[in-house]
C-alpha cells in the first residue's frame, strides 16, 4: 500500500476545513481546492477575478513548492468559476503560468464557493 504524507505549506492559507493542503501518494501529489485567500490575513485578496486567479495560482505554487514540486509537474487541474462569463480572464491568467504541454483541466460553474471567493483551483501533480 503506499504511504500518504501530508503535505503543508506556511506560505499558503491555512486550511479552512478538515483536510490537508495536498497529500503525497508515491509520486503524485494531489492539491485541495485553492481559493484566493492571503494566506496572512486569510481574507479574499479582491473582488476582481484577475487579482483572484493570480492569488489562486500564488497559492498552488506556494503548495507545490512544500510538496517538492512545482506549478509545471501539474498534470491536471480543476477550475471551479461562480460566473462561466470569467472564462477567458482565467485561461488568459492561465496561460502566463504554464507553457506547453499544458496540464488536462476541466472548468466548472459552480453556484457558489468558500468566503464568497469567485475562483478555485485544484490540481495534482507528477513528479
Not at 30 to 59: C, R, Y
Not at 61 to 66: G, K, S, T
Not at 100 to 115: G, H, N, W
Request: glycine share 6%; proline share 6%.
Amino acid at each position: 500500500m503506499t504511504t500518504l504524507e501530508q503535505v503543508k505549506a506556511d506560505t499558503a492559507p491555512a486550511a479552512i476545513g478538515p483536510y490537508s493542503q495536498a497529500i503525497k501518494a508515491g509520486s503524485l501529489v494531489f492539491l485541495s481546492g485553492q481559493i484566493p485567500l492571503d494566506p496572512q490575513s486569510m481574507e479574499i485578496v479582491s473582488e476582481d477575478v484577475a487579482a483572484q486567479t493570480h492569488q489562486v495560482f500564488k497559492n498552488l505554487i506556494a503548495v507545490a513548492e512544500a510538496a517538492g514540486g512545482r506549478l509545471s509537474n501539474a498534470v491536471k487541474l480543476t477550475i471551479y468559476l461562480t460566473d462561466l462569463g470569467d472564462f477567458a480572464v482565467v485561461n488568459e491568467i492561465m496561460a502566463e503560468y504554464f507553457s506547453e504541454p499544458y496540464p488536462a483541466r476541466a472548468t466548472i460553474q459552480v453556484s457558489a464557493l468558500p468566503k464568497g471567493s469567485a475562483v478555485e483551483i485544484d490540481a495534482i501533480l507528477a513528479l
